[in-house]
């Protein structure tokens, strides 16, 4: 039987290891182009939304249910159809619902800036003000979440992921006992790159928070809440804990229909506290009179309802599911032996979290981008860029057809087995 790396004599890694570099400069002479850091939907998932263009092809589609001609200025809030459709997606109430534009991204910014240069809560002290608000932030995360903390200069601390949520000890001892601690981001379910979902007990105790903080927002970010590959996996509706107590206000919800119909042209929403969503209304008033409501009737004709949406989802499933299965294989294949890696096998969401031999994340990124496959950059994942171990990679297996997925893993493996080798001697 193979020995592990760890195990080898250093004459059994130095053979392994010319062995690697053998091959990877074959892979080098080859001259291959391959990528595995988009986390986006491809084009045959794409074509799944077709019908979404023969929706809505005349005007008299466009009177709301409430009379109102959605050609027209008005209804900030979005148009009643959506707020029902989006509530009942969400599990709240259409009046908890701000319907937005084309990104989650974007309404996750906006409240963030909100919070930021107006204040929120009984105060409204702008936290810029307060001068040393601070942010949690899971990781290993989204990077676009710690880039909105990046462009304010707020603080992130980052936290440990368990598997099935945030380290709720360690959430709970900053969180109720540090005034200054403002916000935390969260993707509760098919959290993005390690595919965990929150239990149910770690969204009640973060329901629960008693935070130090009066003015502390929770950023929901649920992008991946009908994302299932197959078997459903549920995750608690956070509000089922928050409204009518005195968290009601802590919690923005954010999701889109990016990878739903088309990422860049579908609908985003807020769900939120009354008090939240008026006080949304307000600043977003001076921002614009509404957003694309032709859009929003567009996708309510299409989608109709959650039961059409799951079925819907079914056939984003078809196509995404043997490709995480095939990038499973390959790892196992690549990894069971050498034993330098382990890897996340969710059930859904866009992304696999895959962990390397520590302190080689770098050199293989590099040795991946020298041999013609791009990756993630390594310590994407974490706030700053700051991979404590140097091991973590996002593995977006979405876009790329199962041949060039393939390819891409057998060259990935490659790379991370040689510089496992490589810093092993190193270490000798
Ligand atoms: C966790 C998460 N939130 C938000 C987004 C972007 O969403 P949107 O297209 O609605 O801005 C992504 C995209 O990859 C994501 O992974």
């Given at each position: 039987?193979?020995?592990?790396?760890?195990?080898?004599?250093?004459?059994?890694?130095?053979?392994?290891?010319?062995?690697?570099?053998?091959?990877?400069?074959?892979?080098?002479?080859?001259?291959?182009?391959?990528?595995?850091?988009?986390?986006?939907?491809?084009?045959?998932?794409?074509?799944?939304?077709?019908?979404?263009?023969?929706?809505?092809?005349?005007?008299?589609?466009?009177?709301?249910?409430?009379?109102?001609?959605?050609?027209?200025?008005?209804?900030?809030?979005?148009?009643?159809?959506?707020?029902?459709?989006?509530?009942?997606?969400?599990?709240?109430?259409?009046?908890?619902?701000?319907?937005?534009?084309?990104?989650?991204?974007?309404?996750?910014?906006d409240a963030f800036a909100r919070c930021m240069l107006f204040g929120v809560g009984e105060h409204r002290m702008s936290w810029i003000k307060q001068g040393d608000a601070?942010?949690?932030?899971?990781?290993?995360?989204?990077?676009?979440?710690?880039?909105?903390?990046?462009?304010f200069?707020?603080?992130?601390?980052?936290?440990?992921?368990?598997?099935?949520?945030?380290?709720?000890?360690?959430?709970?001892?900053?969180?109720?006992?540090?005034p200054t601690?403002k916000g935390?981001?969260?993707?509760?379910?098919?959290?993005?790159?390690?595919?965990?979902?929150?239990?149910?007990?770690?969204?009640?105790?973060?329901?629960?928070?008693?935070p130090?903080a009066k003015d502390f927002r929770?950023?929901?970010?649920?992008?991946?809440?009908?994302?299932?590959?197959?078997?459903?996996?549920?995750?608690?509706?956070?509000?089922?804990?928050?409204?009518?107590?005195k968290?009601e206000d802590m919690?923005y919800?954010?999701?889109?229909?990016?990878?739903?119909?088309?990422?860049?042209?579908?609908?985003?929403?807020?769900?939120t506290s009354k008090n939240n969503i008026d006080y949304a209304v307000k600043h977003l008033s001076v921002?614009?009179?509404?957003?694309?409501?032709?859009?929003?009737?567009?996708?309510?004709?299409?989608?109709?309802?959650?039961?059409?949406?799951?079925?819907?989802?079914?056939?984003?499933?078809?196509?995404?599911?043997?490709?995480?299965?095939?990038?499973?294989?390959?790892?196992?294949?690549?990894?069971?032996?050498?034993?330098?890696?382990?890897?996340?096998?969710?059930?859904?969401?866009?992304?696999?979290?895959?962990?390397?031999?520590?302190?080689?994340?770098?050199?293989?990124?590099?040795?991946?981008?020298?041999?013609?496959?791009?990756?993630?950059?390594?310590?994407?994942?974490?706030?700053?860029?700051?991979?404590?171990?140097?091991?973590?990679?996002?593995?977006?297996?979405?876009?790329?057809?199962?041949?060039?997925?393939?390819?891409?893993?057998?060259?990935?493996?490659?790379?991370?087995?040689?510089?496992?080798?490589?810093?092993?001697?190193?270490?000798?």
């Amino acid at each position: 039987m193979a020995k592990k790396y760890v195990e080898m004599t250093k004459s059994e890694l130095t053979q392994v290891n010319a062995e690697l570099q053998k091959e990877y400069d074959k892979i080098v002479e080859s001259g291959i182009s391959l990528d595995l850091s988009r986390g986006k939907p491809c084009k045959e998932q794409l074509d799944v939304s077709d019908d979404l263009f023969r929706t809505l092809t005349s005007s008299s589609q466009c009177i709301s249910k409430t009379g109102f001609d959605v050609r027209n200025y008005g209804l900030l809030q979005g148009i009643e159809e959506a707020k029902e459709l989006f509530g009942q997606l969400l599990g709240v109430p259409a009046e908890n619902i701000l319907v937005g534009g084309n990104s989650s991204l974007t309404m996750q910014y906006d409240a963030f800036a909100r919070c930021m240069l107006f204040g929120v809560g009984e105060h409204r002290m702008s936290w810029i003000k307060q001068g040393d608000a601070k942010i949690l932030c899971p990781s290993p995360g989204y990077d676009r979440h710690f880039a909105i903390c990046e462009e304010f200069r707020t603080p992130m601390i980052p936290i440990r992921l368990t598997g099935h949520g945030p380290d709720m000890d360690q959430v709970e001892e900053l969180v109720n006992n540090d005034p200054t601690i403002k916000g935390m981001f969260c993707v509760p379910k098919y959290s993005n790159p390690t595919g965990e979902t929150y239990d149910e007990k770690t969204i009640r105790r973060i329901a629960e928070l008693n935070p130090a903080a009066k003015d502390f927002r929770l950023f929901w970010d649920n992008a991946y809440l009908y994302h299932d590959f197959g078997k459903e996996t549920k995750v608690a509706n956070i509000f089922d804990y928050t409204f009518g107590t005195k968290n009601e206000d802590m919690v923005y919800e954010f999701f889109s229909t990016s990878k739903i119909t088309f990422p860049g042209s579908g609908i985003a929403v807020m769900a939120t506290s009354k008090n939240n969503i008026d006080y949304a209304v307000k600043h977003l008033s001076v921002q614009s009179i509404n957003s694309d409501k032709i859009n929003q009737m567009r996708h309510v004709l299409y989608l109709k309802s959650p039961e059409n949406v799951k079925d819907h989802m079914k056939k984003h499933a078809e196509i995404l599911k043997p490709k995480f299965e095939l990038v499973e294989q390959k790892f196992h294949e690549a990894f069971d032996e050498a034993g330098i890696a382990t890897w996340t096998e969710p059930n859904g969401g866009y992304f696999i979290s895959l962990d390397i031999f520590p302190n080689t994340a770098k050199t293989t990124f590099n040795l991946c981008k020298a041999a013609g496959l791009k990756i993630t950059g390594a310590g994407a994942t974490f706030p700053y860029k700051k991979d404590p171990d140097s091991k973590n990679l996002r593995i977006c297996p979405s876009y790329a057809s199962l041949e060039d997925l393939e390819k891409a893993c057998d060259v990935l493996s490659v790379c991370a087995k040689l510089a496992a080798t490589r810093r092993l001697l190193e270490m000798e």
